[in-house]
């Protein structure tokens, strides 16, 4: 997946003291991350959470990542580490979710599944997902190869040239217009 | 536009010939350009299969709220700008020196006290000494008109202290230069003892 440049002049800019830097990185793995969490707790709610708290913990030891390892790969662990943290903490904890169904409302718990898991997003989330496939399977062959080898695949620039044989010129632009004609669909739902 | 657009989809997938620096730039100042970089997100997320059942579109948003509400105002730096980046290094330096100003700190602190100290109690000449303990004889030797009565209504006796004092001249005295010595040294004005009196703390109740 590429040298990781974006991400060593991004870490390098939160490290000067520019937090926007930290901003883009927040959302260029908040997926991966929430994806990860998630490995480790089911409840939605609470991933989001450990999430936001990995994030925030990299943030504060940004200084101490000197670049010997990939960001995501060090932001990875702390992510790991966070979830592991919390599934301790709560085992240790005396089973806290237990709640009347008359005290439910004022249960904390309750906020955060409200928060991320009300029917608009779990619906919203569906029709990114539907309008995201659509629009793919409606792709043209090169088009769709040329995204598919990139995304899931995770090849390089020069690897899809020597797969799809064809310059790495063409895949640059095959790759861009992929995602511009999905974008275009896409953009709608998001605004 | 579209060639903007471009940039940033070569931007992600780490393929840029161009400035890295100049088109991260382009990218935090223009939200627009952020937007485009999210959705480009979620569509290889969604490839993936990592979007999550329910996609907190302002994720990113609380998590920033989030660390700016730790940060002090003073850590809170745009973009790339010069100020910006004179306040990182001043902060790296602050990170830096802060333990040796710690020392410094302490040091200066230590070296003030002794100064005092020497300045307050420098060693007595015989004769400064001599004339000193006549004075403190002297003033305790006095009876300390006034005040001696205990004031809480609860004590209906004098109480023992008045006793002994009246029988024990010597302890009177002890007592009278303790006051008198005291007195010389506490901030108040000469001659005003600054304490409360204790009413009846040897009371045999």
């Given at each position: ?51 936001q708290?990995?994030?925030i ?135 | ?61 609380q998590v920033m709220a989030n660390i700016r509400a730790e ?135």
């Open positions: 997946m590429g040298t990781n440049l974006l991400d060593a002049e991004l870490v390098k800019r939160v490290q000067a003291g520019d937090t926007a830097a930290f901003d883009i990185l927040v959302q260029k793995y908040q997926h991966k991350v929430i994806n990860l969490v998630g490995r480790f707790v089911a409840d939605h709610a609470e991933c989001q959470d450990i999430a708290d990995a994030f913990k990299s943030f504060r030891a940004i200084n101490s990542f000197r670049g010997d390892s990939q960001f995501y790969t060090w932001l990875y662990r702390i992510a790991a580490n966070t979830a592991k943290n919390y599934l301790a903490s709560r085992a240790r904890k005396s089973p806290g979710y237990t709640v009347d169904v008359e005290d439910a409302e004022h249960f904390e718990g309750e906020s955060r599944l409200k928060e991320y898991d009300n029917p608009e997003n779990l619906l919203l989330t569906e029709e990114i997902k539907a309008t995201i496939f659509a629009a793919i399977e409606k792709l043209p062959e090169d088009l769709k190869s040329a995204i598919t080898l990139r995304e899931i695949d995770g090849l390089s620039y020069e690897e899809i040239a020597d797969v799809m044989d064809c310059p790495i010129g063409t895949v640059r632009s095959r790759i861009f217009r992929a995602r511009d004609v999905i974008d275009k669909e896409l953009r709608p739902l998001l605004e | 536009m579209k060639q903007q657009d471009e940039k940033l989809s070569l931007l992600l997938d780490d393929d840029t010939e161009a400035d890295i620096n100049a088109e991260l730039g382009e990218v935090i100042a223009d939200v627009n350009l952020q937007y485009r970089m999210r959705r480009y997100q979620i569509i290889g997320a969604a490839m993936r299969n990592e979007l999550a059942q329910a996609i907190n579109t302002d994720f990113h948003h940060l002090p105002p003073v850590a809170m730096r745009d973009s790339g700008s010069e100020t910006a980046r004179n306040s990182a290094i001043a902060f790296m330096a602050r990170s830096w020196f802060r333990p040796f100003a710690g020392l410094t700190v302490a040091t200066s602190v230590a070296l003030v006290t002794v100064a005092l100290w020497q300045q307050q109690d420098p060693a007595p000449k015989d004769d400064l000494a001599s004339a000193d303990q006549q004075k403190i004889e002297q003033l305790a030797g006095q009876q300390i008109a006034g005040g001696a009565e205990p004031v809480s209504s609860r004590v209906q006796s004098p109480g023992t202290r008045w006793k002994l004092e009246h029988e024990s001249p010597v302890l009177q005295r002890k007592l009278n230069a303790y006051l008198v010595n005291h007195t010389e040294y506490s901030n108040s004005m000469q001659g005003l003892i600054p304490q409360a009196r204790v009413a009846g703390f040897d009371a045999e109740q």
